[in-house]
């Protein structure tokens, strides 16, 4: 932005100790300016040198000495944000003991010190400044996979999503820092979530062995809705590549810890006539089958790994609270053992993975050096979780109630099809897939580099591209999808989810839409607003379909179309396969159904980041689309989304939508008039 430049230096000099300041728009590089405030202390010290001296210099005993409050850049720097937009912070600031003036008594413009943007090797960031900042730049860059963060850079522009969130929330927790996933979204670098760090909240959480019946939760009501022909055979499987030398015995102590830890491992479900009653048992046996495959060759170990798979993940029984099973295959002296975890999904999600997988590799360190097993405290309850949720729905949700009916009022246009469609052609049996991925750099882009084009974060980027390569494939601008959410929601003050098992996703509708011969950053800035506009990221929908008390209301929500496209962002998910490394790498991560069940949906779209590129895939069923129909909508999306990647690297400065000001009420025409108005100035 073309900034009024002279409002910064009157703001500057409302600070008690400022007593001159200059402030321009240097350009370092043709076409890229920065701003440089140049502070005259009150009082400036003798100590100051004559020309410049760059405030995060100053030291300790020149803050007593005519520089008190000019400390540091960021005492200035929160001085101003207090009283000005975020993109009227100078990204610079220097101490000066005079400014140098012309003859006529004016600044001197050309006599003003040249400012050095780069830093030494040892300051190659702001470091943390207490006890609390350092702790949470380790888990920023534990958790971001980033050396040197600093405590002013933005998690979402470091890569940073809301899944990653819950995994820096729990590892907060786990050093004595309590922060809420909430509090990221509002206090984006560490410097200011510091701030608010540590505030009391007296949590839920139930360290015993929690058991008795569970209300079914919004996401487990959708599942048995489907009514699916086995409901006992839809899994997700993790299998581990393990030492040789790991012992089942003490494996089986270890999965028997879990069990008992973590409550959502032994659920049982109970069918009463129409409805399911979910409860929480006590477990008998501990699930670990031990296979020797040592004396097979490799290709027939292979062979005989998948095999057993395929029988285990067909061996899960709802009824009995048999929803987990574990399997060790022993391979040999010169192969690694195999590990082979395998959870219904009703009891787990990606997220509830990256802490299994975790307390799985902890635990077996622990008990194989002789100690006990003491794996982190638990987080609420599932049970707990359960019960607020259903409160919940008769009271805030309803709030929510008129945006949900409007979304369903929504028209599904069909999409288009190669062949005669219907369920008995939409099945797991006939599911077919595509998979296209972004190079290392484009990922590294679309992490760090464009959310500071539109202040984005991945969805708004993701949905934008995914919108626009469906209306090239069905001419229409608008789109129906059905989002998943990872669904822990910090709704409630007494509720941390951080570390707790289960399926927590959310599912429900949106309708996106564009207008013709929009250009890509106004295309961005729509998508951006729309989802914007989602309540609590989508978590009321669930709620007030399956929990709220009213059936009218219920069946209202119900009533709509269908739609027919599913999507689901899961991260970066090296973070889950990298979270037992300490006991083996994970080689495999899978969803698994019966093939007799029925898709949820025409086409499931999802993508996740692997070894630092963002993979998509397409699902769909090769009896309805054409292998070539779906491969051309794939590399749409592609190119739509590079498009934009390129599009926001290209911009030289930040532009904002109605969200960014949510306390200012204005539409998008009525904020690009008022910062057009500013940048004129």
């Known amino acids: 932005f073309r900034i009024e430049l002279g409002e910064i230096e009157a703001v500057l000099r409302q600070h008690p100790q400022v007593f001159q300041a200059v402030v321009i728009a240097h350009?370092?590089?043709?076409?890229?300016?920065?701003?440089?405030?140049?502070?005259?202390?009150?009082?400036?010290?003798?100590?100051?040198?004559?020309?410049?001296?760059?405030?995060s210099d100053v030291p300790p005993s020149l803050i007593g000495k005519g520089a008190r409050g000019l400390g540091s850049v960021d005492e200035l720097r929160d001085f101003l944000k207090q009283k000005l937009p975020h993109f009227m912070i100078p990204a610079a600031f220097m101490l000066l003991e005079s400014i140098p003036m012309t003859p006529n008594q004016k600044v001197d413009y050309r006599a003003l010190p040249t400012p050095d943007f780069s830093r030494s090797a040892e300051d190659k960031f702001a470091a943390?400044?207490?006890?609390?900042?350092?702790?949470?730049?380790?888990?920023?860059?534990?958790?971001?996979r980033i050396e040197n963060v600093g405590i002013h850079d933005n998690y979402f522009e470091l890569g940073g999503d809301s899944i990653l969130s819950i995994q820096l929330v729990s590892k907060a927790n786990q050093v004595g820092i309590q922060i809420a996933a909430k509090q990221l979204f509002k206090y984006q670098t560490i410097a200011e979530l510091a701030t608010v760090a540590g505030i009391t909240r007296q949590i839920n959480a139930e360290q015993g062995l929690v058991t008795g019946a569970v209300g079914l939760t919004p996401i487990q009501q959708w599942f048995f809705e489907q009514k699916l022909p086995q409901t006992n055979y839809f899994n997700q499987s993790a299998l581990l590549e393990v030492p040789t030398d790991v012992q089942p015995e003490l494996l089986q102590q270890v999965i028997e810890q879990l069990l008992l830890h973590h409550d959502a491992?032994?659920?049982?479900?109970?069918?009463?006539?129409?409805?399911?009653?979910?409860?929480?048992?006590?477990?008998?046996?501990?699930?670990?089958?031990i296979f020797d495959l040592s004396h097979l060759a490799p290709a027939e170990q292979d062979v005989a790994i998948k095999a057993q798979d395929a029988e285990l993940q067909a061996s899960l029984d709802l009824s009995t609270g048999k929803i987990a099973q574990f399997a060790l295959f022993q391979l040999g002296r010169d192969r690694p053992s195999r590990l082979l975890c395998i959870i219904h999904h009703l009891a787990v999600d990606g997220v509830s993975w990256r802490i299994l997988l975790e307390d799985l590799a902890t635990a077996y360190q622990q008990i194989s050096r002789g100690?006990?097993?003491?794996?982190?405290?638990k987080t609420t309850s599932w049970q707990y979780w359960s019960d607020r949720l259903t409160s919940y729905a008769q009271t805030e949700a309803v709030k929510q109630l008129d945006y949900w009916l409007n979304q369903s009022d929504i028209p599904v246009n069909p999409l288009p099809v190669d062949y005669p469609s219907g369920n008995e052609n939409n099945t797991i049996a006939a599911t077919a897939s595509v998979s296209l991925a972004l190079t290392e750099e484009q990922t590294r882009a679309l992490l760090q580099d464009v959310p500071s084009a539109y202040n984005t974060q991945i969805n708004d980027v993701l949905l934008t591209a995914l919108v626009q390569s469906f209306a090239q494939w069905t001419g229409e601008n608008s789109l129906v999808i059905d989002l998943e959410g990872h669904g822990r929601e910090d709704l409630f003050e007494d509720v941390d989810l951080s570390r707790t098992v289960g399926w927590f996703t959310t599912l429900f509708p949106v309708g996106l839409q564009l207008k013709d011969h929009e250009n890509l950053g106004d295309a961005l800035k729509s998508v951006k607003e729309q989802l914007r506009q989602i309540p609590n990221r989508g978590i009321g929908y669930g709620v007030l379909r399956y929990l709220h008390a009213n059936t009218t209301i219920r069946e209202k929500l119900a009533f709509r179309p269908p739609a027919q496209v599913s999507f689901n962002y899961l991260g970066q998910f090296d973070q889950v396969?990298?979270?037992?490394?300490n006991l083996g790498a994970a080689q495999e991560f899978k969803?698994?159904?019966?093939?007799?069940n029925t898709r949820s949906h025409l086409l499931g779209i999802s993508g996740f980041i692997r070894a630092g590129k963002l993979e998509m895939t397409w699902s769909y069923s090769d009896k309805i689309h054409k292998r070539d129909t779906i491969e051309k909508l794939a590399s749409k999306f592609i190119e739509s989304l590079t498009n934009i990647i390129l599009h926001c690297q290209s911009k030289d400065t930040q532009s904002y939508t109605p969200s960014d000001f949510s306390a200012a009420k204005l539409n998008q025409k009525q904020l690009d008039k008022f910062l057009t108005k500013i940048s004129k100035k």
Do not use: C, M
């Not at 370092?28 to 405030?55: D, W």
């Not at 491992?265 to 399911?276: C, D, I, S």
């Open 27 to 55: 350009e370092e590089v043709p076409g890229q300016k920065r701003l440089v405030a140049y502070v005259v202390p009150q009082n400036p010290s003798p100590n100051l040198s004559p020309t410049r001296r760059e405030a």
């Open 128 to 144: 943390p400044r207490t006890l609390i900042e350092e702790k949470l730049v380790a888990i920023w860059s534990e958790v971001l």
């Open 265 to 289: 491992l032994r659920l049982r479900f109970v069918q009463q006539g129409e409805n399911w009653l979910q409860i929480h048992t006590t477990q008998e046996t501990v699930p670990l089958s």
């Open 371 to 377: 100690d006990a097993i003491k794996l982190p405290a």
């Open 577 to 581: 396969l990298r979270a037992s490394e």
């Open 591 to 596: 969803s698994e159904q019966s093939p007799l």
